[in-house]
Nanobody, 124 residues
Framework: QVQLVESGGGSVQAGDSLRLSCAAS????????MGWFRQAPGKEREFVAA????????KYADSVKGRFSISRDNAKNTAYLLMNSLTPEDTAIYYC?????????????????WGQGTQVTVSS
């Protein structure tokens, strides 16, 4: 099993950038596909971005495509989500997740391991 811990969240102004980190332990990150999801108050958890085991194949939600960038450093066992041009609509708790399928996936049910989440708040 792999354990995941997110960090890097905070409160920022609209238009700012923020980078979230997801530190993995217990297993080598290269054995997993990684995904980022978010959940805003009163809404269901939604897909944000994902990449395959190597980080070379990526998927993005339409709402963040062109603004967010998912990456990973397998040597450091850390995944990242770089968020640019943030808007208040991006306010949510952000979760990283790992899947043993090794392939990037938009479906949260494909991910068996989840972090605790980190809060991102964007003010106008």
């Amino acid at each position: 099993q792999v354990q995941l811990v997110e960090s890097g969240g905070g409160s920022v102004q609209a238009g700012d950038s923020l980078r979230l980190s997801c530190a993995a332990s217990g297993r080598t990150l290269s054995n997993y596909a990684m995904g980022w999801f978010r959940q805003a108050p009163g809404k269901e958890r939604e897909f944000v971005a994902a990449n395959d085991w190597s980080g070379s194949i990526t998927k993005y939600a339409d709402s963040v495509k062109g603004r967010f960038s998912i990456s990973r450093d397998n040597a450091k066992n850390t995944a990242y989500l770089l968020m640019n041009s943030l808007t208040p609509e991006d306010t949510a708790i952000y979760y990283c997740a790992a899947s043993r399928t090794l392939l990037s996936n938009r479906d949260p049910s494909e991910y068996g391991y989840w972090g605790q989440g980190t809060q991102v708040t964007v003010s106008s």
